[in-house]
């Protein structure tokens, strides 16, 4: 499978407790995303990544949130003591070159925190 | 801040009709995609139009950027049971390279 994937697809974590995410974008793409969706809602930005630049990113990425590209291939998503809100799909995309072309979506780490 | 809405939230439509999603912003954009989220799936990207006025299509599927790039429609035509999923646009504004706002998706019922 050359697809975006992500892991792990599921995880539960008690509230104060850290997680992190993988996601592994298709190999020849140099931008990254990280969104976050919740039911109902479309995919809410949180970050992208150029290679491994972090470019943009979104206020909530400021505080208990990180991403990491280290080597400009997979990409790390850590959120460091847990909330009940933060419960979500955190989904990934990659897309090729350094427009603002098509996104690829991973199938998503669905994270419930109780 | 900048943001993307879409209409209706929901529509239930019988089998064989036409309907019409829109896509407004509140500031000009630079190009507007378009992407499909089938119940459980992840999003699938569908169509990017980048143009003032453009209008493309894709079978039953047509696509338009409106003149002053705040606003795009989906118009699906002679609606099928495939259709069924969550139709989202995602704009990106004329300061950003790649923050995407997605609208929160038109939900697309369908009725045989």
């Known amino acids: 499978d050359t697809g975006v994937s992500q892991d792990p697809r599921h995880k539960i974590t008690k509230r104060g407790q850290n997680v992190t995410f993988r996601c592994d974008p298709i190999s020849e793409h140099n931008r990254l995303y990280w969104y976050r969706q919740t039911l109902g809602q479309g995919p809410e930005f949180l970050t992208y990544?150029?290679?491994?630049?972090?470019?943009?990113k979104s206020r909530l990425l400021s505080d208990r949130f990180s991403a990491e590209r280290p080597k400009g291939s997979f990409s790390t998503l850590e959120i460091q003591r847990t909330e009940q809100g933060d419960s979500a799909m955190y989904l990934c995309?990659?897309?090729?070159?350094?427009?603002?072309?098509?996104?690829?979506f991973g199938p998503g780490t669905r994270l419930t925190v109780t | 801040g900048q943001q993307v809405m879409q209409i209706p939230q929901y529509q239930h439509v019988q089998e064989g009709e036409d309907f019409t999603t829109y896509c407004n912003s509140s500031t000009t954009l630079s190009n507007i995609q378009w992407y499909k989220q089938r119940p459980g799936g992840h999003p699938v990207f569908l169509i990017q139009?980048?143009?003032?006025?453009e209008v493309k299509k894709q079978k039953r599927l047509t696509f338009q950027f409106g003149e002053a790039k705040k606003n795009s429609s989906l118009h699906i035509t002679a609606t099928q049971t495939t259709d069924v999923g969550t139709y989202f646009c995602?704009?990106?504004?004329?300061?950003?390279?790649?923050?995407?706002?997605f609208g929160a998706g038109t939900q697309v019922v369908v009725t045989p």
């Open positions: 995602a704009g990106l504004t004329t300061d950003s390279w790649g923050k995407f706002q």
């Open positions: 139009l980048v143009k003032s006025g």
């Open positions: 990544f150029q290679n491994e630049a972090q470019l943009e």
């Open positions: 995309a990659s897309s090729l070159g350094t427009g603002t072309g098509e996104q690829y």
